[in-house]
């Protein structure tokens, strides 16, 4: 079943392939997301704290600060301590150890590739659980 969304949920993309953002900011718009993207993980913390979005969905694999470090971030500013997360990561050998720290840290921990449908239900359920928390 598909569930409804309330209309153009902010939602932000931390990944710094540019065709993987590219990809799921375009399928997302079109699903009715309000979509903002970035490459870096300090860019990223940037749009959380001036953007406020609904929801984020985050790399794992990233430069100089990895998604897991960027996650901890999120987590100790203001704007960022509710926000619902979902790790996306083409990593198929993640410690047992690490996924269980990102789920400590409140994030979904999904695997590429992704469906399409697969990406939507993900955001819908992040945006679901951010309407959920307030």
Same mark, same amino acid.
């Given at each position: !079943?598909? !569930?409804?969304?309330?209309? %153009?949920?902010?939602?932000?993309?931390?990944?710094?392939?540019?065709? +993987?953002?590219?990809?799921?900011?375009?399928?997302?718009?079109?699903?009715?997301?309000? *979509?903002?993207?970035?490459? +870096?993980?300090?860019?990223?913390? /940037?749009?959380?704290?001036?953007? $406020?979005?609904?929801? *984020?969905?985050?790399?794992?694999? !990233?430069?100089?600060? %990895?998604?897991?470090?960027?996650?901890?971030?999120?987590?100790?500013?203001?704007?960022?301590?509710?926000?619902?997360?979902?790790? *996306?990561?083409?990593?198929?050998?993640?410690?047992?150890?690490?996924? %269980?720290?990102? $789920?400590?840290?409140?994030?979904?921990?999904?695997?590429?590739?992704?469906?399409?449908?697969?990406?939507?239900?993900?955001?819908?359920?992040?945006?679901?659980?951010?309407?959920? /928390?307030?």
């Amino acid at each position: !079943m598909k !569930m409804k969304i309330p209309s %153009n949920p902010r939602l932000l993309i931390v990944d710094d392939d540019d065709a +993987t953002t590219k990809t799921f900011a375009r399928i997302l718009t079109l699903e009715g997301f309000d *979509v903002r993207t970035a490459s +870096t993980a300090e860019s990223g913390l /940037l749009e959380i704290q001036t953007g $406020h979005p609904d929801a *984020v969905i985050l790399d794992l694999r !990233m430069p100089y600060i %990895n998604g897991l470090g960027l996650l901890y971030r999120i987590r100790a500013c203001e704007p960022g301590r509710q926000t619902p997360v979902a790790i *996306v990561t083409g990593d198929q050998c993640i410690d047992d150890a690490v996924i %269980n720290e990102l $789920h400590d840290l409140g994030a979904e921990v999904k695997f590429k590739p992704l469906w399409i449908e697969d990406l939507v239900d993900v955001a819908r359920s992040l945006v679901g659980s951010r309407r959920r /928390l307030n």
